[in-house]
């Protein structure tokens, strides 16, 4: 067996193992660094598909960024190390049953398609042909889509300084 | 030709009057409301004696025309079918014109007395007015429909006034009573205005007629021979046109609202249910006697058959009455039933319409002495505190001028010669006995039973027993206002008979000779003086002798005592029959079956709108499950089935 | 085992999505829901990379939505925890059955 298939299985495994345990870690902290091993996990992928300008983004977006905000949020709201209340069984069952059965749906829905799959599957992107194409203007341009997801990042941002803003109290 | 500004003024002015005391009266009005009233009618009182002498001056070759003074199309349906407002004016109502605004003023004088210090003065006299000016609009009408809204306006006025005490409960049940009787009988008024609209094609008075009784006419053909119960369109149409006339007239068999709505007012009573609103039925017949007399003779028979027996009957119910104002009200009923067979054995033109005129004659004459005995009874009542003859008695010598106004007056009523009553019972006997000897011997025994009552009535008030010394002397007779309309109403009633009748009103607008014969006359006028001297030996002294009669008729007695137990049948049928058998069962249908329906609609609603609600149960969860399951079905759905 | 491709990437991907879907449904507490709905969101990322590597190699449309969906779920982590926190502050618990006051 290859080097790179190992890798690729040991990601796999990472991923999914710290995906589990991120759903279902009694210990919020426990979760949220289950959680930061899984995104990790995609990130080996996506190095592991030789995406590496995605891969970062990856792990600077959602490593550096989120799971630190949920982390930090986390603090705010809980004290570390607390258990958290259990779902009852019914409908942990429940959902296992509903996951489990679109899972195996989605699955055999897989095992039937055949997608054409591509010759050069060593053809990587190159940082430059991004850049140019996701500010390019011309055909298969992005730069709307850019333009419009920097607004909606402008509003999220004021959005969320007015939402956690502490209301000031009435002066009548 | 006379002005029509001076006949639209005579019922204009007491509207006028209406609309300023009813909308201001009692904030600015509330001292002189009385005064301005009284001004406002006698200045109508004024302009139809004007108009009236006008029009019997101007005969047209010894026939008085029919006249439209004025008329203003309201409501066009089609190009003769439509509803006017205008004033027709013929020998009757003219008169009418007359009886109404004369009596009506001189109840505003009275009322001036009677009703004063009263909270609702004003009130009072506004609702008044609305009634003169509602009677003068329905004799002027020159349209069946027209008199059919002021017909409904002296109604309502009627039922106002009837309740004027509002706070009385039996006032209250009066006025309704008053008011559903008179209602339920303006539903035939109606139904039969509709057939003979629909017949004659118009509504309009002189037309209506013109075309009813020409029989080559289409429409009269028509209304011949369409036929409902083997009876022809033609006849329901008058007769249900005459169960109108009976209501409001208290006719036999609808004729109990009239001794109850003595509970008005008694200034009230003397003018809606003595003189005028309840001749209205008369009037009504009278205005459609050309129609009764040429195409409908069997109605116009059965008229005189109602008013034959409403006449004894009624006779007979006062002659055991002791509320004097009750006894007044039979005594109305009675008469009025005078006029109904007097018009019932008439026929149409020259001698055989004296019926007619006699009818109208004792209209006029009997406004007088019956508005006359209700404002001398009111100045009794005024006096005594009481309506109950035990309470008064000897009252001849504190009374003084009632008292002679009050024996002209039932002089007059029992028909002793020369006083008016005399007069127009002569003629209207006279036309029974050509037109229907049985009518004739009924009224005969009917003219004594009215002596008797009426002098029973007399001797219990002023002579009897000695005066009871507890009645308050201070406030006497009732002063000039109280006094003056007596005294003119009494020389009404002594010298009205002499009025050469028939030179004015007969069936056919031209002149009638009446007749006086001395034969004839002999037996009513002995019948009422013995009716005279047996109410002399009865009651003249306290005794026991009426007491003893009473206790020998027993059953007889009681029973008339009960008005012949109508109420209690009309109770009987109303609440036992009618609430039992049809009101229950659709109150029952109505409240479970259509409430039920609306209910059960309403909970079912509310039921679904719970469960559904329980769906949006704030949990985000459950949420994104039913969102799950969407999606999840959706998925199979595009899967395997709508592949 | 066999050499890795398309299929298996599918398949982590799909076991990604589904243990996000059952996180969801069984936390109680709204920022281990937010992590749940974060690895849904990853488990697409890596859909959308796997078919631009796979089967479109020649472009890089996936690698775009990827990049844009990586920008929404960082805007929508920012305003969420936002809520959270606001959430916290009104009723003392980030417990979702706690704030059920937006029924009906």
Known sequence: ?172 | MMNPVYIALIPLLPLAGFLMLGLFGRKFFKETSGIIATLLLLTAFGLSVYVAYDYFTHANGGVYPKTIAFQYTWLRFTDTLSIDMGALIDPISVMMLLVVTFVSLMVHIYSLAYVKGEERFATYYAYLMLFTFSMLGLVLSSNLFQIYIFWELVGLSSFLLIGFYYNKPSAVAACKKAFIVTRFADLGFLIGILILSFYSGTLDFATLINTLTTPESAAMKNAVTASFLGVSAISWGMALVFIGGAGKSAMFPLHIWLPDAMEGPTPVSALIHAATMVVAGVFLVARLFPVFALTTPAVLEIVGWVGAFSAIFAAMIACTQTDIKRVLAYSTMSQIGFMLFALGVSKYGGENGLGFTASMFHLFTHAMFKALLFLGAGAVIHYVHSNEMKDMGGLRKLLPITHITFLIACLAIAGVPPFAGFFSKEEILLAAFNGNKTIYYVALLTSGLTAFYMFRLYFNIFWSKEPATQHDKHHGEGGFAMMMPLVLLAIGAAAAGFIPFGNFVSSDGAKLESHFHLAFSAAPVLIGLSGILLAFVMYKKQSNKATNLANSLGGIYKTVYHKFYIDELYLFITKKILFNLIGRPAAWFDKNVVDGLVNATGNATTMISAKIKGMQSGRVQQYAAYFFAGVFGLVLIFLYIWK | ?104
């Open chain 3, 1 to 104: 085992m066999m050499q890795p491709g398309l299929y298996h990437i599918l398949i982590i991907s799909a076991a990604l999505f589904f243990i996000g879907v059952f996180g969801f449904f069984t936390r109680r507490n709204l920022i281990t829901m937010l992590m749940s709905i974060e690895l849904i969101l990853n488990s697409v990322n890596l859909n959308f990379i796997a078919f631009n590597k796979y089967v479109w190699p020649h472009k890089m449309d996936g690698l775009f939505f990827s990049l844009f969906v990586i920008a929404i779920a960082a805007a929508e982590a920012a305003v969420a925890i936002a809520i959270i926190i606001n959430l916290y502050r009104s009723h003392q618990s980030i417990d979702v059955e706690d704030a059920g006051e937006m029924k009906y």
């Open chain 1, 1 to 172: 067996m290859e080097g790179s298939t190992i890798i690729f299985y040991l990601l796999a495994l990472l991923t999914v193992v710290s995906g589990i345990l991120a759903v279902t870690a009694t210990n919020i902290l426990r979760a949220a660094i289950s959680l930061l091993f899984a995104l990790i996990g995609i990130a080996g992928i996506y190095f592991w598909l030789d995406y590496q300008f995605i891969a970062a983004v990856q792990i600077v977006v959602y490593v550096g960024g989120i799971v630190v905000l949920i982390i930090f949020s986390i603090f705010l709201t809980q004290s570390a190390g607390e258990k958290m209340p259990s779902q009852k069984l019914g409908r942990t069952v429940f959902s296992a049953l509903a996951a489990f059965c679109g899972f195996a749906l989605v699955l055999i829905q897989l095992f039937q398609h055949n997608f054409p799959i591509s010759k050069d599957l060593t053809l990587t992107p190159k940082v430059a042909d991004i850049g140019t194409q996701m500010l390019g203007v011309k055909e298969e341009g992005y730069a709307l889509p850019f333009e419009l997801v920097s607004m909606l990042l402008l509003a999220a941002l004021i959005g969320c300084i007015v939402i956690a803003m502490r209301s000031k109290p009435q002066t009548t």
